[in-house]
């Protein structure tokens, strides 16, 4: 069973920053990849980044240069430092367990309950 915990939401101003962390269970951490997807409201839900197993990183265009994901082995967490932000990147945010080398998630249940982020212009 997939086990993660978002947090690090919140409210902030345009251009400023905020550092999203992602908990797995151990057993979740050392069996997928992680990802970040984001949801607006009223739209669908989309791929923001993830890192994988061999430390590669993927990007969605429109957060490239901006958002920067990192994992930390020992304490079985990815983090989501998101610097410069816009008001376009409003959204509830997700974790995810995706399918190792792809942003697949791997089941209904492969998501974390979701963070706010808000920015203000």
């Known amino acids: 069973q997939v086990q993660l915990v978002e947090s690090g939401g919140g409210l902030v101003q345009a251009g400023g920053s905020l550092r999203l962390s992602c908990a797995a269970s151990?057993?979740?951490?050392?069996?997928?990849?992680l990802a970040w997807f984001r949801q607006a409201a009223g739209k669908e839900r989309e791929f923001v980044a993830t890192?994988?197993?061999?430390?590669?990183?993927v990007y969605a265009d429109s957060v490239k240069g901006r958002f920067t994901i990192s994992r930390d082995n020992a304490k079985n967490t990815v983090y989501l430092q998101m610097n410069s932000l816009k008001p376009e990147d409003t959204a509830v945010y997700f974790c995810?367990?995706?399918?190792?080398?792809?942003?697949?998630?791997?089941?209904?249940?492969?998501w974390g309950q979701g963070t706010q982020v808000t920015v203000s212009s």
């Open positions: 995810a367990a995706v399918h190792p080398g792809t942003v697949v998630p791997v089941g209904r249940d492969s």
């Open positions: 151990e057993r979740t951490f050392s069996s997928y990849s």
């Open positions: 890192i994988r197993w061999s430390n590669g990183k």
